[in-house]
């Protein structure tokens, strides 16, 4: 009811009266809604999801990703791990009732990155371990992956062992590819150095004259298409190589020293490996045990002599404490003769002191012939070879 009031010039039915309404939306059924800068990104990449309830009071944001995952709060951020098309749905739970929104998340499949690795270098024949390494956006992706080496082989894993069968540069490719069907590759450069060969053969170093020798040298090398040659660069006289085995019927005057030898073996691409040994060769007596012991023999020119006593079987006497010695004299008149040996001669380590050995005596005595001018005599205890013939 109006009262009269100075103000209300227009009397009682005039008077105006103002009223202020404030509405809440507490106790408001929520209106739950979903914003997003975008909704189609690649696997791997982050979106921030954003929830309204429209509504008053406190509210409970429950989001359902679409692929099993569920995750709370009114603001999320999430990377989808694989690549689809995903229902996102929101719901909004207040003291006055829940609300639901939903929208579809396009997820594009991004390749994998790949790296091959650092470039190498191994020699050939040398297994070389090749590590591949890969990253993926979508870290529920699964991958296969596959090597190119460069020289027509393959293999189909991540970390794989190869060896290369010849020197040169190569490019190993490594190829991955995810199970939605994205692929990458990377490559590398190997370089495979040319690897010597190696001789796997022993050679004989003893030797008995007469008896001819030979060595076959037998040797590998890891290099496929590598053809291996044999040299003789130090070989005895007379000495012949054919391929890569060495043949020799050593002389009467190469008796003296072990003969040195060295074998080279080539594989054409630079690589080569040497060995070198000696040769020691045996004199054995052309004849039996000597039974007479006081030998007479003229001396001829030119010609090499030496004489080999022999315990055999019959009375003889003697000891001997070297197995064997030798001495070799040339005689060239009008050379002057040497003096001959004493009974005990140091020069071949042997005694003649008188002891009876018995008829088992099997041990062999050189001396030399310390010789005279063309029709000397010899002194008792001779036995006499001459080269190309041999007298007693």
Not at 43 to 66: K, Q
Not at 129 to 157: C, E, I, R, V, Y
Not at 226 to 234: E, G, K, M, R, Y
Not at 261 to 277: P, W, Y
């Amino acid at each position: 009811m109006l009262g009269n009031y100075n103000d209300n010039v227009l009397g009682s039915r005039g008077r105006a009266a103002w009223a202020l309404i404030t509405l809440s939306t507490e106790g408001m059924t929520p209106i739950a809604s979903i914003t997003a800068l975008t909704l189609t990104v690649g696997e791997g990449t982050p979106i921030t999801f954003e929830g309204s309830a429209h509504a008053g009071g406190a509210a409970t944001y429950i989001w359902s990703l679409g692929n099993g995952e569920v995750r709370e709060g009114q603001r999320i951020d999430y990377a989808y791990p694989d690549s689809g098309l995903l229902d996102l749905s929101l719901t909004v739970i207040t003291a006055a009732g829940a609300s639901a929104a939903t929208t579809q998340v396009t997820i594009a499949n991004l390749p994998p990155v790949v790296t091959a690795g650092a470039p190498i270098t191994v020699e050939e024949g040398t297994a070389v371990a090749l590590a591949g390494s890969l990253t993926d956006p979508g870290s529920a992706d699964t991958h296969t992956a596959s090597w190119s080496f460069g020289d027509t082989q393959s293999a189909t894993t991540l970390a794989a062992s190869h060896a290369y069968a010849n020197q040169g540069v190569y490019t190993a490719t490594l190829t991955v590819t995810d199970d939605d069907g994205a692929s990458a590759s990377d490559s590398m450069t190997v370089t495979v150095v040319n690897a010597a060969p190696t001789i796997t053969s022993t050679p004989a170093t003893a030797l008995t004259e007469g008896v001819p020798y030979s060595y076959a040298l037998t040797a590998t090398d890891p290099g496929a298409n590598d053809v291996l040659t044999c040299t003789a660069p130090v070989k005895p006289a007379g000495a012949t190589l054919t391929g890569c085995t060495l043949a020799w019927s050593p002389t009467f005057a190469q008796l003296a020293a072990p003969a040195p030898v060295t074998l080279c073996v080539a594989d054409g691409d630079g690589g080569e490996t040497c060995q070198s040994f000696e040769i020691a060769v045996s004199f054995i007596d052309a004849g039996a045990g000597y039974t007479a012991w006081q030998v007479s023999v003229a001396l001829e020119e030119d010609v090499h002599y030496f004489w080999r006593a022999r315990a055999g079987a019959g009375a003889v006497s003697g000891s001997w404490t070297t197995p064997e010695c030798e001495l070799i004299v040339d005689v060239t008149p009008p050379a002057a003769a040497p003096a001959p040996p004493a009974a005990s001669s140091s020069g071949c380590g042997c005694s003649t002191s008188p002891a009876a050995p018995g008829g088992s005596l099997a041990v062999v005595l050189l001396l030399a012939l310390w010789g005279a001018r063309p029709g000397g005599r010899v002194s008792p205890g001779m036995g006499q070879r001459r080269r190309g013939g041999h007298s007693r």
